[in-house]
């Protein structure tokens, strides 16, 4: 049995990549493709930065609960060693 590629159709060989390259000058012009691409290039920085920004926080949030349960952990053990003396 054949199964379906991931992509419909695959990836864009030589000519599909001309045809949309085309497309990109003819609806854009050829001196805003760069300024385009720039542009892409910095909103993906900026994406990146932030999804690390998340990460960072995130390890940090699971870092200071481990911390806060090993902490809490002997306090409630000292709590149930003091028995009253009669």
Do not use: C, H, W, Y
């Not at 419909?8 to 300024?35: R, T, Y």
């Not at 892409?40 to 349960?69: N, P, W």
Request: hydrophobic share 35%; proline share 6%; glycine share 10%.
């Amino acid at each position: 049995m054949l199964t379906a590629p991931a992509f419909i159709g695959g990836l864009p060989g030589g000519m599909e990549f001309a045809v949309i390259l085309l497309l990109a000058v003819l609806l854009f012009g050829a001196n805003k493709i760069p300024k385009l691409a720039r542009s892409t290039g910095q909103a993906m920085g900026e994406f990146q930065k932030g999804r690390e920004e998340v990460e960072q926080e995130l390890e940090e949030i699971r870092d200071g609960d481990v911390s806060a349960d090993s902490e809490s952990e002997p306090s409630t053990d000292s709590d149930t060693d003091k028995t009253p003396t009669n």
